[in-house]
Each structure stands twice: as C-alpha cells, then as structure tokens.
C-alpha cells in the first residue's frame, strides 16, 4: 500500500479525535524519512501536519509556506528531498478558511506600498489596521494569492473558494508533472497527490487530477 493511503487512514483517525503524534524524541534516526514521504502544506496556524497525518519524527519532508503553493523554493526542496534523501511521494495541503483567498498580489502590493484605497480594502478584508509601508520593493516578486475574487478573510467554505483552492492544488500538481527534475514516470518516478484539508473537521478531501485551473 502506497504510503499516502496510510497517512489518509492516520487522518480519519485524527479526524475522530485520536491522538497520532507521538511528541518525544525517538533517540537517533537515520537522514533519509522512512515513510519516503515529501508534504507541502499552508503555514495556517491551525494545521498541524504531523498530527493530521499521524506522521512520526523521522518519517517525512515538511515544507510549508503560505498557502501551500509550489513555489520555486518548495521546488527546490522537492528535488533535494527526492534525488538526494529519497522521497517518493509528494502530498500537497491546501486548506478551507485560507488566507490566500483573501487578497490579490496587486491589491497587497499597493497597500503596501501606499495606495489608500488598497489600504481600506485590506483593513476591511483582514479586520486589522492595514498600515502602508510607503515604500517600493523587488522582492518577493509574487505572493501567490489564490486566483479569483477575494473574499474576507477566513469565511465559510463555499462553492467559489473551493474552487479557487482546487485551482491552485492542480497547478500546483501541474507545476511537479511538468518539471524536468522531477520524474513523475519512469522507474526513479514520484507520486503527486493533492488535498484540501478542512480545518472545521480535520478531514482531508483530495483533489482529482487533471482538471480545470482557472475559470
Ligand atoms: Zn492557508
């Protein structure tokens, strides 16, 4: 059984309330993750992987940013992770409720840097004082917010969102297939499978793939 099945079997568990991490030091341990697994999740500070998937110290890769997105750093990881420690099987975690459907990349870097209207709008989406730096800069060159209309931050699930987050999973399962350094095929090949999990219930409800991208 591919290892994934049984982190999706740990995740029902953690669904139902069992615990699935266990928390002390388990003495020395090899380098390579023994469940040869590579997780890429959204930092959201109500997700915690190794619990949700029952994964113990020493059985993966965790490589979290906001959103989850495949980013050329979560990239840059998956390959080391995979040619040089031996992964062969990425899972991607976005979430319900995440804070990258709540702005756009242009709506931010205009608040940031100034733009008042962009400032209102951030304050209202977010429930915070928005504060403008008044200040420029190349870096970083994206913030990868979710593709399609914004909504307040931290709503209800509904049809758009989840959309939005599929969206986003399949390019980034899209982004894996396509690279040349990672071999989704072959006999050195990595499994890709993608997921939204649903930080109301704790479940993880997976993202077929392929499928639509964008709307
Ligand atoms: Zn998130």
């Known amino acids: 059984m ?3 099945e049984q982190l999706l079997e740990n995740n029902k568990q953690y669904a139902e309330g069992k615990a699935t991490h266990k928390p002390n030091h388990p003495g020395k341990q090899p380098i ?15 997700i915690d992987v190794e619990d949700l998937l029952g994964l113990q110290t020493g059985e993966a890769h965790i490589i979290r940013n906001a959103g989850g997105v495949v980013t050329e750093d979560a990239i840059r990881c998956l390959i080391i992770s995979h040619h040089l ?24 870097k205009a608040g940031l840097e100034g733009d008042p209207g962009s400032e209102k709008l951030l304050g209202q989406a ?17 913030f990868h917010a979710f593709r ?34 990672i071999p989704t ?10 997921f939204i999990y649903d930080v109301d219930t704790g479940k993880l409800n997976e993202v077929a793939y392929p499928g639509q991208m964008g709307g």
């Open 185 to 194: 095929s072959g006999p050195d090949a990595v499994s890709v499978r993608g």
């Open 32 to 46: 390579r993750p023994s469940k040869r697994v590579a997780v890429v999740a959204c930092m959201d500070a109500r």
């Open 2 to 4: 591919a290892k994934t």
């Open 126 to 142: 977010t429930a915070r004082k928005f504060t403008s730096t008044g200040q420029s800069s190349s870096s970083p060159q994206a």
């Open 148 to 181: 399609g209309p914004i909504e307040p931050l931290d709503s209800p699930p509904n049809v758009q969102s989840q959309e939005r987050l599929e969206w986003d999973v399949r390019r980034g399962m899209s982004i894996i297939h396509h690279h040349p350094w």
């Open 85 to 108: 420690l031996d992964t062969n099987e990425i899972i991607l975690i976005h979430h319900t409720r995440c804070g990258m459907l709540a702005f756009t990349d242009d709506l931010l």
